[in-house]
Nanobody, 127 residues
Framework: QVQLVESGGGLVQAGGSRRLTCAAS????????MGWFRQAPGKEREYVASISLDTGFTYYADSVLGRFTISRDNAKDTVTLQMNSLKREDTAVYYC????????????????????WGKGTLVTVSS
């Protein structure tokens, strides 16, 4: 059974940084991409970033490009989202996701079609 466990959420001041980690278990993820979505209060879930677990190819939403960095550690089956220059509008529950697809496809597919989701971790950015 696939499990995704996010960690690293919390309260951070605007302009600050936060690192989120997603630990995956339950199967071999060859050919898979992992990524992050987020959902702010009263808003729809939106794509943030994704990475190919095979090639390391990365893809980002325009809203976080240049501020967030996604990386992988295949030895540990973990993906990290380093978030810098945080803004109040980055406040959201951040969800880890994994799917047998390309990172760009993970960004464009309807979220409900993606294979596996974590339970989320809350990031709150204060002014």
């Amino acid at each position: 059974q696939v499990q995704l466990v996010e960690s690293g959420g919390g309260l951070v001041q605007a302009g600050g940084s936060r690192r989120l980690t997603c630990a995956a278990s339950g199967r071999t993820f060859s050919g898979y991409s992992m990524g992050w979505f987020r959902q702010a209060p009263g808003k729809e879930r939106e794509y943030v970033a994704s990475i190919s677990l095979d090639t390391g190819f990365t893809y980002y939403a325009d809203s976080v490009l240049g501020r967030f960095t996604i990386s992988r550690d295949n030895a540990k089956d973990t993906v990290t989202l380093q978030m810098n220059s945080l803004k109040r509008e980055d406040t959201a529950v951040y969800y880890c996701v994994v799917d047998e697809t390309h990172p760009v496809s993970l960004a464009t597919m309807p979220p409900l079609r993606l294979d596996y989701w974590g339970k989320g971790t809350l990031v709150t950015v204060s002014s």
